[in-house]
């Protein structure tokens, strides 16, 4: 049997963190609302909202309107008590976001990178969160800690397993970030983190069952099944770019052939593009919207392949949204249309009739808004406890 002191502090902890989730989405209340929410006594809402105010967490905003009585001393999470740094690690850029504790974007940076070697990326990697962390206002807890996304297979300590289109292989990159900036780090990957940036910030609020699919450079997906991320029993789930859908197609960099990736990333744009003399997805979005046939039928062939891997993954998940993210969602006016169709024809009915293709509301700060949100959700935890 446990210690009465222990199951106190317990109930302590659980009230603490429902009080604080309370604030942070229904704000502004007073704290005979919380109670009257809650379900908890206002004796104790009272004294939890004290402690809370005591840790900066929370903060009186004035009175409300009265009812009958007294007004009502009203309540707002202080979501300046600190701060977080979010980083999308791509294959051809850096982007980084500093964000108060309800994720909203105070700075943000990006650099292009030319390279992928390891000494390249780390020294412009550490340039740019190093901008980002100097630009933090003084607030009671600082920077709270650093999410970032990355473009390959993580495992629960930060290390970069396997990164294809990096060509990186075991890169202890949150240990070498903790020593750099003596902070937490907590990195998974890029996919997974637009998939929580969707889910808490964009397209994705309030769906319980949606994925996301990430397409840059390659194809990563983020799965999120009745409300929760879903990364499977190692914690390597979504790795659906590397899907077969040509059997006797393409060697890819992972080892397979006739992956997905190799026909609906940006990298297969781009490889088609530079035989019509573009080099960038932004040179060709501009030919396109001048009418330029050729670059308009290479945006409509990616919108095929692309739709032959959502049909795959909604006849799989039967999902009730599909989200298409990263930086091919820029293209959005010429690939939807040829998406939707091959969607259309590839899918079983019983699952397409009510599901939805969107299009990622954050556009290219999906990963990075999710990356900070990594670092934001683990400090609130410990926290509410």
Not at 276 to 290: K, Y
Request: glycine share 12%.
């Amino acid at each position: 049997m446990r210690k009465k002191t222990g199951d106190t502090a317990f109930i302590k902890q659980m009230n603490t963190a429902v009080v604080l989730e309370a604030v942070m989405k229904q704000a502004p209340l007073s704290r005979a609302a919380i109670s009257e929410r809650t379900g908890l006594n206002k004796a104790t809402v009272s004294n939890l909202v004290q402690d809370l105010i005591d840790r900066d967490l929370v903060v009186e905003i004035g009175t409300g309107q009265s009812s009958g009585g007294r007004r009502p001393v009203m309540l707002l999470f202080n979501s300046k008590a600190g701060y977080a740094l979010g980083i999308d690690l791509g294959v051809n850029y850096i982007r980084g976001v500093l964000t108060d504790l309800s994720g909203e974007i105070v700075n943000e940076a990006e650099i292009s990178l030319e390279a992928t070697e390891l000494d390249y990326v780390l020294e412009r990697l550490y340039a740019c969160t190093g901008q980002l962390l100097a630009s933090a206002p003084e607030s009671p807890y600082g920077v709270i800690g650093i999410g970032m996304g990355v473009p390959g297979i993580v495992n629960d300590t930060g290390s970069i397993l396997f990164a294809p289109n990096l060509e990186w292989t075991q890169v202890k990159l949150g240990d070498l970030l903790e020593e750099r900036f003596g902070l937490p780090v907590f990195i998974d990957n890029e996919a997974n983190a637009g998939a929580k940036g969707e889910q808490r910030f964009g397209a994705g609020r309030g769906i319980a069952n949606q994925i996301y699919v990430s397409v840059g450079i390659g194809i990563g997906t983020g799965i999120i099944l009745n409300k929760e991320l879903y990364q499977g029993a190692s914690g390597f789930s979504g790795e659906l770019g590397h899907l077969s859908i040509d059997l006797e197609g393409m060697p890819c960099r992972c080892g397979n052939n006739g992956c997905w990736e190799l026909y609906a990333s940006e990298n297969a744009l781009l490889g088609q593009a530079r035989k019509l003399g573009f080099g960038s997805l932004s040179s060709l979005l501009h030919a396109a919207d001048e009418g330029h046939d050729a670059a308009i039928k290479l945006f409509h062939n990616i919108g095929y392949y692309l739709g032959v891997g959502v049909a795959n993954i909604i006849n799989v998940f039967n999902p009730e949204v599909v989200l298409i993210g990263n930086r091919m969602s820029r293209a959005r006016r010429w690939i939807e249309a040829a998406l939707l169709e091959t969607v259309g024809s590839r899918t079983l009915s019983y699952h397409y009739s009510n599901m939805r293709i969107l299009f990622a509301e954050l556009g290219e700060h999906s990963a990075v808004r999710g990356a900070a949100y990594f670092a934001i959700s683990e400090f609130l935890a410990k926290v509410k406890g």
